[in-house]
């Protein structure tokens, strides 16, 4: 995305979080780099071996969509700051051409703060077709409660999660600049073998 069109996007999402005034919201401010610099995260840090909060966002037609909505599924999250950059376009690339090679009970859900519309281009474009595409722009539920809400930008910090069936995070990688790649390699290999493992637990049940 060119410079003037990421502020333009900055804006338009920062201004719709208005909500962060009228209530306390925690902030974590060690974790994560934009360039060189430290950046905010606005929201509660999920981890590993807890619930997986539940969470509202919107597909391409706005219409509400919630963690709930995929109980029974070994679910992996690939969370970008925005799918008209670079490594978020590769990311969610990746994540697609990897659908077809995971086991049935397995789903891959993309979340950004890209507006519906921008989201459905993108998918159009880059033929994505295999992966969920969510958008997190209306209430910023998803981002609050896994807190990864970039404080003044308005967008989500590029990270990767892994809930199983029974809706518990047993992956979880933040990674630690936002315009660096997450561990493809390892984030696959989780929820493969989570999948393949629990499928052969309920075959020799």
């Not at 995971?102 to 994505?128: H, Y």
């Not at 910023?140 to 970039?150: A, C």
């Not at 930008?153 to 518990?168: E, H, P, T, W, Y």
């Amino acid at each position: 995305m060119k410079l003037p069109s990421l502020i333009a996007f900055i804006g338009l999402t920062s201004s719709s979080f208005c909500f962060s005034a009228n209530h306390s919201i925690a902030e974590t401010s060690n974790l994560v780099k934009a360039g060189e610099k430290y950046v905010t995260l606005l929201g509660n840090q999920v981890a590993v071996g807890q619930t997986a909060p539940n969470f509202k966002v919107v597909n391409e037609s706005f219409a509400p969509i919630t963690l709930n909505d995929f109980k029974g599924k070994n679910i992996l999250i690939s969370v970008v700051p925005s799918l008209d950059t670079g490594v978020c376009s590769i990311q969610t690339k990746k994540f697609n051409d990897a659908v077809s090679s995971l086991p049935e009970n397995t789903i891959i859900l993309t979340i950004s703060n890209d507006l519906p519309f921008a989201q459905k281009r993108f998918c159009t474009t880059e033929k994505v077709d295999k992966v969920k595409v969510l958008s997190d722009s209306v209430w910023r539920d998803f981002g609050e409660k896994y807190g990864l809400l970039i404080k003044d930008m308005g967008l989500l910090s590029r990270s990767i999660f892994i809930v199983n069936a029974d809706q518990k995070i047993v992956y979880k990688e933040l990674v630690s600049n936002i315009s660096k790649h997450p561990d493809y390699k390892k984030a696959l290999s989780e929820i493969t073998s989570l999948s393949r493992n629990e499928s052969l637990a309920v075959k020799t049940q």
